[in-house]
């Protein structure tokens, strides 16, 4: 069994000829213990799983869940923006995450995500589902960097693909068996069931993830006593400054912000569409969820087979052109429920091949500030997401689906020529020029 080690947060990191990571035997810790590859990807896959399935449960069942608590569709999907807005707080948990261990701050976005979920779930109206989307963003915004700064900070570069590919087979599975089970389950009882139940579920998995051990990260340089008293401008400017791989570690963030834009422009608004023009009820959409997850997996075992073999850089670029060969047919699919579905799914397809391909190239674009660096990409992400939020909805409403379309088309075409002029795959390079 392939076992990898596992050390305290706060220590320095080597990696050994085997690319296993190590520990220098000079700073022994009781914290430290051993992990197989096989509880450390299955136990992050399974809470992820709970996690996944908490955020995409707003998308099909929008026009649901808007209807029951007596507003629209464009309401509940400010709702849904307000939830992402909270992700700016990201870059925060990850600054924590640096200072106290990625381990301790994955449980407390579980809690938060749990919280929000029982307050949504329990609210008597729609300005207490707002505070409860608030407080869950600030869960549902954070966990993933720290999750993939966990894992980062575990599995050698030339083999983090398969290891966070295999990971985000959670996103397919959320498709396969958790929102369809959701859709089952709000057809037999009501919206808010799912969401109580799944509140459970993520306070077990933060129970579960307190059992993991501590993960090691590359030792940061003590902060500087005089830029600690320059104020907030020169406090900001250290916090972004990621050393010299600055321009491709941006690139890689802005421009996976800007898939994550194309592909929430159709997922949030996907659900009231088919509704309308097919429609569908709330099992149904469960099925089309179902598959969805089904593309969605193809493309994280595709990841987790080819990623580390062509590069992650090409992977980003390879799956953003299949996302845009499949926004660009799809006005020519619309006409009838099957091709609309398979449409999407195509385009879906493309975009979860080039966002997980993302997650280890921007992991080592600047390996010691990892936690920071993952956090604001999915603040930025998010930021993204935020608006589309209220542009999909409203584009929606007043143009059609075809608008939202050409929106997520552009918005691939700008995400892939960010790649392609500023991103450039940083790995094997020493850690004083990488970060």
Known sequence: MEVLPVDPQSGPVIEAPDGLVQLPEASPSPQAGDISFVRLIGTSTGVKLV????????????????????????????????????????????????????????????????????MVGLSPNIWVAAIGMGVMGLGTGSFV?????????????????????????????????????????????TWRVPLLLLGVLLVIAAWIFARMPAAPHPARPAADPAALRVGWLGQTRAYLHVGPAARSTYGAIVGGAFNYFAAMSMMIIYGAWFGDA??????????????????????????SLFTDRLGKRNSVMLGLAIALVGYLILPWLTFALVPAVLGVAFARTGFEFAVV????L?????????????AMG??????????SGFTSPWIYTHVGIQGVIWLAAAATACSLLILFF???????????LSA
């Open 51 to 118: 996690m996944d399935t908490s955020v995409q449960i707003f998308n099909p069942f929008l026009a649901i869940m808007a209807a029951g608590l007596g507003t629209s569709v464009v309401v509940m999907g400010s709702l849904v923006s307000l939830r992402s807005i909270m992700g700016l707080c990201a870059p925060l948990f990850g600054a924590r995450a640096d200072r106290v261990g990625y381990r301790r701050t994955i449980r407390l976005t579980l809690l938060l995500a749990a919280a929000g979920m029982f």
């Open 357 to 360: 391909s993302n997650f280890p």
């Open 145 to 189: 960097p720290m999750l993939h700064s966990y894992l980062g900070s575990k599995l050698p570069y030339a083999r983090r693909a398969r290891g966070m590919g295999i990971v985000e087979y959670s996103w397919a599975l959320t498709g396969i068996v958790g929102l369809s089970l959701m859709g089952w389950l709000i057809a037999a009882t």
């Open 278 to 303: 097919f429609g569908l009820g709330a099992a149904a959409l469960g099925t089309v969820a179902l598959v969805f997850g089904l593309f969605d997996l193809v493309a994280s075992v595709a990841v």
């Open 378 to 387: 999915a603040a930025m992400g998010l930021l993204f997401a935020t608006a």
């Open 362 to 374: 921007m992991s080592e674009q600047a390996p010691a500030h990892r936690g920071k660096v993952m």
């Open 422 to 432: 500023f991103v450039r795959e940083r790995a094997g390079m020493p850690e004083e």
